[in-house]
Structure formats: structure tokens, C-alpha cells
């Protein structure tokens, strides 16, 4: 069975320092992954896509980044993390076939 | 541009009752998908029920069902005999484009809606 696995679950980082969340999926190949934050008590916004390794699409312009360096695996970076990146963020995968999404369980970052 | 409008910040039902939840959706695209989530506390995101856009019945699944309205662009969800465990945040949710083609499948999501069940 497919399943994804995002951590860390928590994350406090001081402003300025860098930041490297990961999202894997297993049992599946060739998904669609996406990167979505939260801001609290509000919708998830679209960051990152990506259709296949190396593939990546922006969304919001930002200073974060993200990566696919293997099929299964996506990576939200920052070089420099601001105080407004504080928020829950969720990585989501889809296969083209299929309508259903499903999503990890979320890393929440405090930027402090 | 694709938009999603929750316009039910926060909703309370008294368990055991029904309660409808609010969707209305923007897009000019004539294939597409509505989605509804649930979000407890926790964080996770919990797929409850989807509905295709030339589907002509409307979904169920389980307690759960979509009233879709394609012509007043709608998509509400209804949750009949609620519980204390539905108390949580829902969003509705729409994918750009067809299932199963070469798109990005992007999803794009409302602000969602608090729902509490009283006991």
C-alpha cells in the first residue's frame, strides 16, 4: 500500500538559519508531489509542485525552494528563514490516474 | 482564476443532527474536481467524499454527501447525524483540469470551516 512519510512532526529554528523539511512516498511510482502551508486557522496555499524528478513549478514567490532529486522524494528548503515562514506545512502526492489525494502529516515551524 | 468560497467561518450542531457546510467554486475550465477534507486538531487531512464535475450524481460516503449544484457552482457538504468526533475544521477543495490527463493536478483549497458538535 502507498503511504507517505513527512517529518519532522515539529520544528522551531531561529530566524536567519536554513531549513530542510522532506516528504517520501513509498509504494507507488512517478507520483505528482506538493508542497501546501497553513497559516493558522486558515486554508492551505499551494508553495511547490512537481510532475517528475527535477521537475519543480513555484506557485509563490518566496524565499523558499524546493527539490525532487528522486522519484519519490520532495524537499522544502530555505537558505534564510523569515518569521513569516512560521506556519504548518503539508506534502501531498497524487497519481495522474487517480482523483485522490493524500497528504503527510505535517511539519509545524516555528520561526522564532 | 480558480477560486474556492467558504463563507462559514465557524458552524455549531447539536450531535445527532444534520448539517449542511458551504462551497461555492469559480473556474472556467469545464472538467474538474471538488473535494471536501476534514482537519482535526491534529493537522491531518482526512479525504472524506470527491465529486467529478460531469458526474451526475451527486456523492456519497457514508454520513457524508455532496449537494452539487453545477449550475450555481456549489459544492456543500452535507454531514447527516453528526458526532463529537466531526468537530474539526473542513475544506472544500477543487482540482484544476480532468482526471488521469497530463496536468499538473493542482489543488486548490477554501479557508475552511470550523464545525462544532455540542452534546
Known amino acids: 500500500s502507498q503511504t507517505i512519510h513527512q517529518w519532522p512532526a515539529t520544528l522551531v529554528q531561529p530566524v536567519g538559519s536554513p531549513l530542510s523539511l522532506e516528504c517520501t512516498v513509498e509504494?507507488?511510482?512517478?507520483?505528482?508531489l506538493y508542497w501546501y502551508r497553513q497559516a493558522a486557522g486558515r486554508g492551505l496555499q499551494l508553495l511547490f509542485y512537481?510532475?517528475?524528478?527535477?521537475?519543480i513549478s513555484s506557485e509563490v514567490p518566496q524565499n523558499l525552494s524546493a527539490s525532487r532529486p528522486q522519484d519519490r522524494q520532495f524537499i522544502l528548503s530555505s537558505k534564510k528563514l523569515l518569521l513569516s515562514d512560521s506556519g504548518f506545512y503539508l506534502c501531498?502526492?497524487?497519481?495522474?490516474?487517480?482523483?485522490?489525494?493524500?497528504f503527510g502529516s505535517g511539519t509545524r515551524l516555528t520561526v522564532v | 482564476a480558480q477560486k474556492i468560497t467558504q463563507t462559514q467561518p465557524g458552524m455549531f450542531v447539536q450531535e445527532k443532527e444534520a448539517v449542511t457546510l458551504d462551497c461555492t467554486y469559480d473556474?472556467?475550465?469545464?472538467?474538474?474536481?471538488l473535494f471536501w477534507y476534514k482537519q482535526p486538531s491534529s493537522g491531518e487531512m482526512i479525504f472524506l467524499i470527491y465529486?467529478?464535475?460531469?458526474?451526475?450524481q451527486n456523492a456519497t460516503e457514508g454520513r457524508y454527501s455532496l449537494n452539487f449544484q453545477k449550475a450555481r457552482k456549489s459544492a456543500n457538504l452535507v454531514i447527516s447525524a453528526s458526532q463529537l468526533g466531526d468537530s474539526a475544521m473542513y475544506f472544500c477543495?477543487?482540482?484544476?483540469?480532468?482526471?488521469?490527463?497530463?496536468?499538473?493536478?493542482?489543488?486548490?483549497f477554501g479557508q475552511g470551516t470550523t464545525l462544532q458538535v455540542k452534546p
Open positions: 501531498a502526492w497524487r497519481l495522474e490516474v487517480n482523483y485522490g489525494y493524500t
Open positions: 509504494g507507488t511510482s512517478n507520483p505528482n
Open positions: 512537481s510532475v517528475g524528478i527535477g521537475q
Open positions: 473556474t472556467s475550465d469545464q472538467s474538474y474536481g
Open positions: 465529486q467529478g464535475s460531469y458526474d451526475e
Open positions: 477543495a477543487m482540482r484544476e483540469g480532468p482526471k488521469g490527463s497530463s496536468n499538473t493536478g493542482k489543488l486548490i
